[in-house]
């Protein structure tokens, strides 16, 4: 399938690993990128020396385009996406902060750049800043989106900007690809569908779990991490959302 993701990508397929923390990891960034996908590293939990280890490896793994993620709220954040600029990372991957000076520099070297983003304004903000895609995240999403959800935002991003959409936040199957598509964007990003497979690095036990879940099984939350996002509902979760723990 030819989309404007494939074509700016480089890639077979328009379907996007989320950077997820401890998840998306070298083996499974890199399967998804074999089998034709974008594959994404999360840089959230790493230092910048340790960065430069885990380029190397994801390089040794695949010869097709990857990405790495950086969440610019975080410390090391833009260390660690200096290390990735010396290293010529193919695609940059930024949230939650301001990344006109990472364009610039991913640009100067011909790399690409997606921004994530969950508002209008954000959106508009970061085709000015120069980014090349945008990676629009609805209520739907486990990472930490605003309140609009998929079906309203995507529509609504696509008629205000130009760039190459990246839609994220409940697609885990075909269905969900070409509703986005219908929606208005050129591909989708996926986490917890991808978290499932034998790739993962998640424990057994919790892969049975999503397996098993069903559509009541999720709640949204800033009281965990002290951002908005979404979670599995387990004992866990629920005290820390009630103030418990």
């Not at 280890?53 to 994801?58: L, V």
């Not at 000076?101 to 959106?123: F, Q």
């Not at 945008?134 to 609009?148: I, K």
Request: net charge neutral; with cysteine.
């Amino acid at each position: 399938m030819n989309t404007r993701m494939t074509e700016l990508f480089g890639i077979k397929h328009p379907i996007m690993l989320a950077g997820m923390a401890f998840v998306s990891l070298p083996k499974l960034v890199a399967a998804v990128s074999n089998a034709g996908g974008l594959g994404m590293f999360n840089s959230v939990a790493n230092t910048p020396d340790q960065m430069k280890g885990i380029i190397k490896e994801i390089k040794s793994l695949t010869d097709k385009p990857f990405g790495i993620n950086v969440s610019l709220i975080f410390p090391n954040s833009r260390e660690n996406a200096e290390a990735c600029i010396e290293e010529k990372v193919p695609i940059m991957n930024y949230a939650l902060g301001k990344g006109d000076w990472l364009i610039k520099a991913v640009h100067e070297y011909g790399g690409k750049v997606i921004a994530t983003i969950a508002t209008e304004r954000h959106a508009r903000r970061a085709e000015l800043d120069g980014a090349d895609a945008l990676a629009v995240t609805g209520l739907e999403a486990a990472a930490h989106g605003g309140e609009p959800t998929s079906l309203v935002l995507i529509p609504l991003i696509a008629s205000q900007v130009k760039l190459t959409l990246i839609a994220a936040g409940g697609f885990c199957c075909g269905k969900g690809l070409a509703a986005a598509l219908a929606l208005g964007a050129d591909g989708i990003s996926m986490g917890t569908r991808f978290m499932l497979t034998q790739e993962s690095p998640v424990h057994l036990t919790v892969k049975e779990v999503g397996i098993k879940a069903t559509a009541e099984d999720t709640m949204r939350s800033e009281k965990i991490d002290g951002l908005p996002g979404r979670f599995w509902r387990n004992k866990t979760a629920m005290e820390l959302a009630e103030g418990k723990v």
